[in-house]
C-alpha cells in the first residue's frame, strides 16, 4: 500500500526565516514525489516534482529514499508562501497512475 | 482552452436524490482522473480513464457511483441515491501521457457537494 504522511497539519512561521515541511512517504517500488499548493481561492497546482530537481519560488525538496522523506524547503519564507501545501506519490512511469496525496499542512507566514 | 473545468462548481442535494457532475479536460490530455476531497484530508483517488477506457476504481467507489468518459474527451461522475456521507469536494484533474517529465495532473476548481 502506499502512504504519505504529512506529520504538521499547521505551520507559522515568521517572514524571513527558513521553512521547512515534512513529509515521509511508504511505497514498495520507486516512486514519484511531489508537492502540490493551493493558495486562497485557487485550484490545486504543481509546485514541484523530484524528478525534475527544479527550485520553484525558491522551494526545494530532495528525495532521502533511505529515511523515505521528501521535506519541502525554503530558505527565507515570503508572505505570498502562505497556502495549504500536499505532499503526494505516485507509482512512477511504470507503476500506479494514481497520486496518494498527505493530509497537507497549512503554511501560514506571519509579517 | 485555459484549464481543467467543472460543473456546477456547486451542488446542494437532499439525501436520497442522483446527482452529476462533468469534468472537460485539457485538450488532447487523454488521461482523466477524479478525486474526492473531505474536510481536512487531502484528496483522495477515485478512478480515472485513458481516452474512454476506465482503467481503474478505488474501493471508495461504491455502487452507488459511476464515472464516464464517452468519447474520450468530457467525463461526468454520477452519485445515486446520495448520502451524507457523500459531502465532499470532487476534483477532477487530466494529464498528457508520455514521458514522466509530463507527468503532472492539472486540477480543476472542485465542485462542492453538500448533501442535506
Known amino acids: 500500500a502506499q502512504r504519505v504522511t504529512q506529520p504538521e497539519k499547521l505551520l507559522s512561521v515568521f517572514k524571513g526565516a527558513p521553512v521547512e515541511l515534512k513529509c515521509n512517504y511508504s511505497?514498495?517500488?520507486?516512486?514519484?514525489l511531489f508537492w502540490y499548493v493551493q493558495y486562497s481561492r485557487q485550484r490545486l497546482q504543481l509546485l514541484l516534482r523530484?524528478?525534475s530537481r527544479e527550485s520553484i519560488k525558491g522551494f526545494t525538496a530532495d528525495l532521502n529514499k533511505g529515511e523515505t522523506s521528501f521535506h519541502l524547503k525554503k530558505p527565507f519564507a515570503q508572505e505570498e508562501d502562505s497556502a495549504m501545501y500536499y505532499c503526494?506519490?505516485?507509482?512512477?512511469?511504470?507503476?500506479?497512475?494514481?497520486?496518494?496525496f498527505g493530509t497537507g499542512t497549512r503554511l501560514t507566514i506571519i509579517p | 482552452d485555459t484549464g481543467v473545468s467543472q460543473d456546477p462548481r456547486h451542488k446542494i442535494t437532499k439525501r436520497g436524490q442522483n446527482v452529476t457532475f462533468r469534468c472537460d479536460p485539457i485538450?488532447?490530455?487523454?488521461?482523466l482522473y477524479w478525486y474526492r476531497q473531505t474536510l481536512g484530508q487531502g484528496p483522495e483517488f477515485l478512478t480515472y480513464?485513458?481516452?474512454?477506457?476506465?482503467?481503474?476504481k478505488s474501493r471508495l467507489l461504491s455502487d452507488r457511483f459511476s464515472a464516464e468518459r464517452p468519447k474520450g474527451s468530457f467525463s461526468t461522475l454520477e452519485i445515486q441515491r446520495t448520502e451524507q456521507g457523500d459531502s465532499a469536494m470532487y476534483l477532477c484533474?487530466?494529464?498528457?501521457?508520455?514521458?514522466?517529465?509530463?507527468?503532472?495532473?492539472?486540477f480543476g476548481p472542485g465542485t462542492r457537494l453538500t448533501v442535506l
Open positions: 484533474a487530466s494529464r498528457a501521457a508520455g514521458t514522466p517529465l509530463s507527468n503532472e495532473q492539472f
Open positions: 511505497y514498495s517500488g520507486s516512486p514519484e
Open positions: 523530484h524528478i
Open positions: 503526494a506519490l505516485s507509482g512512477g512511469w511504470f507503476g500506479n497512475e494514481k497520486l496518494t
Open positions: 485538450s488532447e490530455h487523454n488521461r
Open positions: 480513464f485513458q481516452n474512454e477506457a476506465q482503467l481503474e
